[in-house]
Structure formats: structure tokens, C-alpha cells
């Protein structure tokens, strides 16, 4: 943590500017989260500034005479540095450092850096340098003359930062080191699922935009005790838990990373390990913050990444969240979604109908049993309570008579 009082101390001003191509971009909106991130990662935003081009400029990002305006707003508000909207490239990012005259730094270098400040398990500060080194490696020959100026704050944090200075030769050995490293940690995975499927577990994944409130849920219903904070990637390490639901059957809740719009390809190939939790559920659990006047955009967002990550053909239920934040009568509808349910995970309100949907999930994916078995065969019934749902049971003369819901893959082992 004194890494981010010592951020609070020398308090970065930023600017933060966008290039506007057409006139469908929501940029505003765009530079309103660019704003969230760059609080996040401790920094102050000073002004924001929008320039309408017919494209980006692929030597500056801004036209010269934006960058002019940018260098005076600089020179009035004490500016410390510029953020970008896109991600630049090497080329630009040096010719606007020199242009401007002051640290430059885009999107993906802040979410990078946060990242970086909430990696704390071994699997997710691997992650998080795998994604820093690939995206610095290509940037290593427009960093080079600026790296004396950067200095400490935002966009320079984190196990990534250690390994700037030396060749890309040695940069990409350590990539290789570690993607080695996280290979070990998914064949560790899988061999947890592989457990999962021998127990006939279920598993939900809960993904939605970065700040819905799926670190809430999780720990509404399981006790989990996450970090859950009003900030964007409040939590960035995946945690599974146990749910049992109010019928004794069980469920396993993954608590996957915050989605965003203009998610770094870095980050998705370096925390595919991780968001592949949700390719392997059997339920997605989507939260979206029903508060939130962008909701539709970042259900889009949410959407298009599973896709980019090949998630599909998986039973999704949207669950609209910080419903008790919502004034007026706002129609909250989810086409994409087999259920829907509206609840507040802060205070409980309607949890109890996510979880009657849940049971209803599970039970549709088992069969139903009804039968006698003699009283040898009584190690049968416990098999049902393990990983089936077992209704009623009657001790008579012939035996123990049984109806139950038992997993498919179990039927036949029970009749």
C-alpha cells in the first residue's frame, strides 16, 4: 500500500484527450471512464480535451495544432502528464512526448498499472508482468529516450517495471520464463476441474463489467470476504466458493476479472487462464449495475468479450444489480439472456430469487428418480444426497422408497 500513499503525495495532474472519428463515438463517455481509471490508479484529472479528426493521426495521435492547445492547458493547470484515450503506438507515443514535453501515457498503460497495484496471488502478478513485458517489448525503441524523465506514478508500476531497462533479448526470455510459469498454474486448474467433474459439481462463473458489483454477490451469498470496493478492478485474483443452495444442492460461484470497453489484448491473452473459467462453467451469472446509465453499452461490452474468449452455448442469467439505487421505472430487459432477475447484492434485496433461479438450473439438468432400493443397497441413497437432490425417502417392508433429481451421469449407476 505505500506505494499509492506515495502517489497521494506527489498527486499526479493529468489531461486526459481523445480523438473523435465519427460522430457515432461516444467519446464523452469513453473519457468519463478513462477518468475512473485514472483516479483508481491515483492520479488527479485536470481537464479532458476532445479533437474531431477523420481519422487519428498516425504520427501524434493529435493534430499539431490540438497539441498546441494541449501544451498551454498544460502549462496553465500544472499538468504532470497526458493520458490517451487509445493505445499509441510506439511512434506516436514518442512523437507526442516530444511534442508536449511531459509524460504520455495511454489507456492500456493505466489499466496495466493498475493491475500491476491489485495483483496479489502468484498466478495474477505473473499475469499482470506477462502483459506489461508484451506490451513494453514493442514499445521498448519509443521508451528508450523517455524512460530517465518518467519517473514514479501511474503507468510505471508494478513487477514490470524492474525489466524496462534491459534488451529485448532478455524481455522476451522472461516472457517465455513466464508463460511457462502460468502453464504449470493451468495445468494446475485443470486438474481441479477434472475433480470438479468426478464430484458432478456445477459450476457459475460471475462475470459483467468492472464495477457492477460481482465481488458483492459473491460475498452476500457465500461469506467470500473479497475486497469490494466502488472502483474499477477492485479484485483482480479469481475466487471460486461453495454455494449451498436453500434445497441442499451445491453450486460452485467463480468470481471472474472486471470487463471494460477497449480491454487491452494484452490483458485478455495474459488473464486467459483466468477469465477461461467462465469457458468451462456451465453457468454464466452476468451482473449488471442496472444503475449505471451506459448499462446497455457495457452489457454489449461483456457480450463481445465472452465472445472474443469463446464462450458460448452456456446457460447465461443476467442478474440486474444496484436495483435499490434505481429512482424511476427503468424497463431492464436482456435479450441474450435464458433468465433474468432484478436484485440489490448490498442489501439482499430478491437474492432469494436468484437462487430459486439457480435451483430451478440445476434441477433441469437432472433426472428424475423414483424408486425402492433393498435396505443393502441403502450406500445408493447417500450417493443421491452427495450430488443429487433427494425429495422424500419412506422406510417400508420392501426397502427404502426414494424420489430424488440425480445428475444424468449418475442415472444409470442408480436405477
Known sequence: MAELYELKEAEE??????VRTCEEDDTEACLEELEELVKTAGAVTVDKMIQNRERIHPGTYLGKGKIEEVRERLWELGGTGVVCDDE???????????????KVMDRTMVILDIFAARANTREGKIQVELAQLKY??????????????????????GPGEKKLEIDRRLIHDRISQLKEELKDVERHREVQRQQREKA????AAIVGYTNAGKSTLLNYLTDAGILAEDKLFATLDPTTR???LPSGQQILLTDTVGFIRKLPHHLIEAFKSTLEEARYSDIILHVVDASNPQMDMQMHIVYETLKQLQVTDKIIVTVFNKMDQLDSDVILKDLSADYQVKISARTGENVDSLLDTLEEILRNQKIYLEKTYSYQEAGKIQQI???????????????????????????????
Do not use: C, F, M, W
Open 13 to 18: 495532474r493529468v489531461i486526459l484527450i481523445a
Open 88 to 102: 499509441l503506438s510506439p511512434a506516436q507515443l514518442k512523437n507526442l512526448e516530444d511534442a508536449l514535453d511531459t
Open 136 to 157: 513494453r517489448a514493442a514499445r521498448l525503441v519509443g521508451l528508450r529516450n523517455s524512460l530517465s524523465r518518467l519517473g514514479g506514478g501511474i503507468g510505471t508500476r
Open 200 to 203: 458432478h459439481t456445477q459450476v
Open 242 to 244: 461453495n454455494l449451498e
Open 385 to 415: 444426497r452427495k450430488y443429487g437432490e433427494l425429495l422424500s425417502e419412506e422406510y417400508t417392508q420392501d426397502g427404502i422408497a426414494v424420489t430424488a433429481y440425480v445428475p444424468a451421469e449418475l442415472y444409470g449407476q442408480l436405477v
